[in-house]
């Protein structure tokens, strides 16, 4: 990224709720959400089954962020295996073949029950 570019951002230590909430609220459409009437929740980091806010105030994540973090936010095999992944293909349209999609298909597939 050019450097007077990652300038004109903000860090996360200089966020704040009120500023986040604002940003989210003035530009970030929510799908399957009432955008009038949307208050969220803003979520500075997340830890384990915890999240907190950029005022530090923790709370347990109950819905475990849609169901995708049953095994605790951060968890470190994950965030290796993402960073493991993104140094060699960050993403791809889904009408390409790739090796870790092919073999996290085979995976899924071989414990699915036969239909």
Known sequence: MNANLAASYPT?????????????RQ????????????????????QGCRVWDYAGQSY???????????IGHQHTKVVSAIQAQAASLCTIAPAHANLARGEAAKRIIAKAPAV
């Open 60 to 70: 347990l994540d109950f819905s475990s962020q849609l169901v995708n973090t049953n």
């Open 12 to 24: 996360q230590q200089d966020a704040d709720n009120r500023y986040v909430h604002s940003l989210d």
């Open 27 to 46: 530009y970030v459409f929510h799908s399957w959400a009432q955008q009038g009437s949307l208050d969220p929740m803003v979520i500075a980091g997340a």
